[in-house]
């Protein structure tokens, strides 16, 4: 089959991503939008989909009630590479969101949105008490995000030069949603929720680790100020400047501190280990540690955090 599907939750498959200046577009049957920087709306979608323009190539948005009709816009040679609504309906399942990337020189792929499954909070359980999280345009989020997976797909011919795994894919997404939400809002305070959000997600359930932005997400919020990311006009010279000092975790960190996530967080942890992987324990705390404090209040989540890990008390005397 010639399309490759990412969904929600789900890793990436590996690319390589580049970055080249855009190049000029040729002519499609999918008419371009006037500013670069103008958003999709979620409300607006209308059954023939909406189109967005990416750096040098476009995406199509889909919702998946109208996805038959929705893809007759696109040239056959795409379309030809797309499956039937019945798979692409199976595998969004319950998930908000799955992009599908195609072969083409003008059209990156499509979104398709689970339009009738908004996502308004999380909820996470802490030594014996229940905290909710609300989410706010959260939806509009993961839209941004998958388009986000084709932006970054769509200049494989340009920026990065390196292979990137399909954790580092999932990252490089919420960068891009990070510089959208700087554009668009001139706030950090949605980034800051992607960040809570990406924390509960894998507080939960370890299995998420895949999409655990919220280190990557933490270092560009103490590097950059929301005038700084404004500053990049073109995403591609954003994630030229961010992508080399970003945080790397290679997959035996990455290993390591799901096994300590686990150890913490997971069903069958009812005794603490202090001790317990405590060469990970530092890197844990910090990403941990903000949304800690915003669902517990910080004299709570700091004597949790002194509890479960042994090098709590010194990176908290630290950060404060």
Avoid at 35 to 47: A, F, G, I, V
Avoid at 175 to 199: C, D, F, K, M, T
Wanted: proline share 5%.
């Amino acid at each position: 089959m010639k399309f490759l599907a990412l969904i929600i939750g789900l890793s990436f498959f590996s690319a390589i991503i580049v970055g080249v200046s855009p190049k000029q577009a040729n002519a499609s049957s999918l008419s371009r939008e006037s500013h670069p920087l103008s958003y999709p709306s979620y409300s607006s979608l209308y059954s023939t989909g909406q189109i967005h323009q990416l750096t040098d190539k476009q995406a199509l948005i889909c919702p998946i009630a109208h996805y038959v009709s929705c893809i007759k816009q696109l040239p056959a040679r795409v379309s030809a590479q797309l499956p039937l609504r019945q798979s692409v309906s199976q595998s969004l399942g319950l998930k908000t969101a799955m992009v599908m990337p195609v072969v083409d020189q003008d059209i990156a792929g499509i979104v398709v949105i689970n339009d009738k499954l908004p996502v308004i909070n999380q909820s996470v359980a802490l030594n014996g008490q229940a905290y909710q999280f609300n989410l706010e345009q959260q939806t509009q989020l993961t839209l941004w995000h998958e388009l986000g997976h084709l932006e970054n797909i769509s200049l494989q011919e340009s920026h990065l030069l390196l292979p990137l795994t399909p954790y580092q894919h999932e990252w490089l997404a919420d960068y891009y949603l990070a510089w959208r939400l700087a554009h668009e809002s001139g706030s950090v305070s949605l980034i800051w929720q992607q960040l809570h959000r990406r924390n509960i997600a894998v507080m939960n359930t370890t299995g998420n680790i895949g999409h655990w932005s919220s280190p990557q997400l933490l270092w560009l919020l103490n590097r950059y100020e929301v005038d700084d990311i404004i500053a990049f006009e073109q995403y591609a010279d954003f994630i030229a400047d961010a992508y080399p000092h970003a945080p790397q975790i290679n997959d035996t960190e990455m290993d390591e501190i799901s096994s300590l996530m686990q150890r913490t967080f997971g069903r069958g942890a009812v005794q603490a280990l202090p001790h317990y992987m405590f060469w990970q324990q530092q890197r844990l705390i910090e990403v941990l540690h903000p949304t800690l404090v915003h669902l517990m209040g910080a004299e709570l989540a700091n004597a949790w955090l002194i509890q479960q890990f042994s090098e709590a008390e010194k990176v908290i005397s630290t950060d404060e």
